[in-house]
């Protein structure tokens, strides 16, 4: 008798403590899994929108910053280079059809 009864205190001990892990796991995903819920739902967090914000007003600066130095070089280069020179009607060379 006392042999079964620790057979059945230890099956009893080893379903208990692995329903309480369960439990507790089960309890942590059901909340892992609502607030990863509200996130996509949701509009996104204030922090995210600010950082997006900067991001897209520093792509905006930089972007400035590119086209101000195309347009200078283009000056430049413009400057630089002679304009074509006009072939005059003598320079022309006249071929038969």
């Given amino acids: 008798m006392n042999e079964a ?3 059945l205190a230890t099956m009893f001990a080893v379903t208990g403590t692995l329903t309480v892990v369960f439990g507790i796991g089960w309890l942590r ?33 930089q972007l400035n910053q590119l086209a101000n130095g195309q347009e200078f070089l283009s000056r430049i280069v413009a400057d ?13 060379i006249v071929t038969p059809k």
């Fill in 29 to 61: 995903a059901h909340r892992r899994i609502r607030s990863l819920e509200r996130q996509l739902s949701g509009a996104p967090p204030e922090s995210a929108v600010d950082r997006l914000e900067q991001d897209i007003a520093t792509l905006a600066d």
């Fill in 5 to 7: 009864f620790a057979i």
């Fill in 80 to 92: 630089r280079v002679p304009a074509p020179r006009l072939k005059q009607a003598e320079d022309r």
